[in-house]
């Protein structure tokens, strides 16, 4: 085995990658040409086939998440092979097929960690926020961090299955299996691969998009949504949950208005604008709001082999690499249907 790695190693003759830098938070990414990644014992390196845009690296980029690494490369919605491994590395294989997600590390000794709750992890380390991500030609992840994927997903349509879809999941099972009948306000990214599970396992799809929408709500409704409109109209039925991905504050208490009892309100995002105040008796008869943070492996595994059954398709607008600036505006805008995703 040691002589193949050696050999595997000696074969990568490439010193130098591409990478879409951010230096300064509030500027554009710089594309420039640096050293590939060295993997440390546990790590393995990864040439990247694509690296999804998620709304989490704007509000990186905009400050509303602090303390960045710095310079930092974006991006935590990777698919690649990897190309070399660390010398601790045990599982992982040259030429295997993975996706890496937001959770870059997490310490496994917390009390989090230690209750199944790696997710809040206190020395969890993120990918394209703490540690560098995706927007390169290579980088390096933890071995433990990363998931195997299925072939059928070896490609830029795995990519948002790596956020969108994962945290999209998260925040599905926070639903319960008692809701049948799930709004989802935002209806992007994560919403068009959750409704394609949601509707897989029989349940009801009530999608809201910004108002006047009407491509979003087509969108929905091609993909089997029951009801599509807009985010301010009160649904035909009460609900039994809805998940917003919209960052959107407001929403918060117009989803608890077209709850049924019980129900839940789930926060899909990382950032949210203010939350206004709103009368107890729209909470009231055991209505719940809840916030979604980050991801476990668990949750990972659940998906992935989940996703592969259904199967599930992502819709993607792809942008090669340099162009990550136009990607991120494009993802700012809110006009492109689905998911977008950089190519290397
Ligand atoms: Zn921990
Ligand atoms: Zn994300």
């Known amino acids: 085995m040691k002589e193949v790695k050696n ?4 074969s990568l003759t490439i010193r130098t990658m591409r990478a879409m830098v951010m230096e300064v938070p509030g500027q554009p990414l710089i594309e420039k040409t640096i050293p590939l990644p060295v ?5 393995v390196l990864v040439k990247i086939i694509a690296c999804g845009v998620c709304r989490t690296d704007l509000h990186i980029m905009d400050s509303e998440l602090s303390q960045p690494k710095l310079p930092l490369i974006p991006g935590h919605e990777i698919v690649g092979t990897v190309v070399k491994l660390g010398d601790g590395v045990k599982k992982l294989k040259i030429g295997d097929l993975v996706g890496i997600p937001w959770l870059g590390f997490a310490c496994g000794h917390c009390k989090y960690c230690k209750r199944e709750q790696e997710n809040l992890c206190e020395n969890a380390l993120f990918t394209g926020y703490t540690m560098d991500g995706g927007y390169a030609e290579y980088t390096a992840a933890f071995e433990d961090f990363c998931f195997s994927l299925p072939a059928m997903y070896g490609n830029p349509s795995g990519a948002p299955l790596l956020c969108a879809g994962l945290i999209g999941y998260r925040s599905y099972t926070m639903t319960g299996p008692n809701a049948d009948k799930i709004g989802l306000y935002g209806f992007g990214a994560a919403a068009h691969i959750l409704i394609q599970v949601a509707l ?66 789930i926060c899909g995002g990382i950032h949210m604008s203010d939350i206004p105040s709103f009368p107890y008796e729209l909470l009231w008869e055991e209505r719940m709001i809840r916030s979604v943070a980050n991801l476990t492996r668990k949750d990972g595994w659940d998906f992935i082999a989940l996703a592969a059954q259904v199967p599930v398709k992502s819709e993607t607008t792809l942008f090669p690499l340099e162009k990550a600036n136009e990607a991120l505006a494009a993802v700012r805008d809110g006009q492109v249907q689905g998911a977008v995703v950089l190519v290397m």
């Open 7 to 10: 050999s595997q190693e000696s």
């Open 200 to 265: 897989h396992q029989g349940k009801k799809i009530y999608a809201f998009t910004r108002d006047g929408d009407v491509d979003a709500q087509k969108f929905a409704k091609e993909l089997g949504a029951t009801w599509a409109g807009d985010s301010t109209v009160t649904p035909p039925e009460l609900l039994d949950a809805s998940i917003i991905f919209a960052p959107v504050g407001s929403l918060v208490p117009k989803a608890l208005k077209d709850l049924d009892k019980g129900g839940s309100v």
């Open 39 to 43: 993997p440390s014992t546990k790590q």
